[in-house]
């Protein structure tokens, strides 16, 4: 899809290959949130993979780079998609406007994974291609949640120099940060995928609630 096409996306729920929309299901729902009251949260599932099928809420149309973002939300993902040996599910991520190209473009991304023997862990990643990353976040230390809310927390300062920074947390403690740059080439910020559901295991689906955007750490 060209850029000045994607240009005309709205922001909102996409859908990527849902199979003529049996792949994919996303609505709102009633029930018991994360702090123990009735909510109505956002509910995603993809069913089964077409081709590469993912379902981000997304903001499209970004205009100009943010000096600082921070991103939260609660989440609660199911407690089967993630059983097995290497496993990965994207929660979060943007892309630059050249991405595609996988040379002049940058991602940051989240994942929650398993590696070759079976282990949970958090992944917290910047790339300029999906097998090229330019750092990588491995963590082990702190239990992968399934099956119940957490919060996750994105904060980053813009920046194509030493001065730029990003950092993972999840119920307050540290996944992971980044000192450097939070771009590649000077690219200018695409579109943000504020939750993402998109892996390589099936169904996988998760329930957000209380989703905040600031324009620095609250």
């Known amino acids: 899809m060209g850029s000045s096409e994607k240009d005309k996306e709205p922001s909102g729920i996409h859908t990527v290959n849902d199979g003529g929309g049996p792949a994919i299901d996303n609505y709102l729902e009633?029930?018991?949130?994360?702090?123990?009251?009735?909510?109505?949260?956002?509910?995603?599932?993809?069913?089964?993979?077409?081709?590469?099928?993912?379902?981000?809420?997304?903001?499209?149309?970004?205009?100009?780079?943010?000096?600082?973002?921070?991103?939260?939300?609660?989440?609660?993902?199911?407690?089967?998609?993630?059983?097995?040996?290497?496993?990965?599910?994207?929660?979060?991520?943007?892309?630059?406007k050249n991405y595609a190209s996988y040379k002049d473009g940058f991602r940051m991304i989240a994942f929650m994974a398993t590696d070759i023997r079976g282990t949970p862990y958090w992944q917290f990643q910047g790339d300029i291609g999906p097998r090229q990353p330019v750092w990588r976040i491995e963590n082990y230390d702190i239990p992968l949640i399934t099956g119940e809310w957490f919060k996750a927390e994105y904060y980053l300062k813009w920046s194509d120099g030493n001065d730029g920074y990003a950092s993972m947390k999840i119920n307050g403690q540290l996944i992971g940060e980044h000192h450097?740059?939070?771009?590649?080439?000077?690219?200018?910020?695409?579109?943000?995928?504020?939750?993402?559901?998109?892996?390589?295991?099936?169904?996988?689906?998760?329930w957000v609630d209380d989703i905040e955007i600031w324009d620095g750490q609250p």
Not at 37 to 56: A, W
Not at 76 to 93: H, N, P, Q, V, Y
């Open 30 to 96: 009633k029930v018991k949130g994360p702090h123990g009251n009735e909510t109505t949260t956002l509910f995603q599932r993809v069913n089964y993979d077409v081709q590469v099928t993912q379902t981000p809420y997304q903001i499209n149309n970004i205009k100009e780079n943010p000096k600082e973002l921070y991103i939260c939300y609660w989440m609660k993902t199911d407690d089967i998609s993630l059983e097995g040996k290497d496993i990965w599910r994207a929660i979060w991520e943007y892309k630059t």
């Open 180 to 206: 450097g740059p939070t771009t590649s080439k000077s690219d200018n910020l695409d579109f943000i995928m504020v939750t993402q559901v998109y892996g390589n295991n099936y169904p996988m689906y998760q």
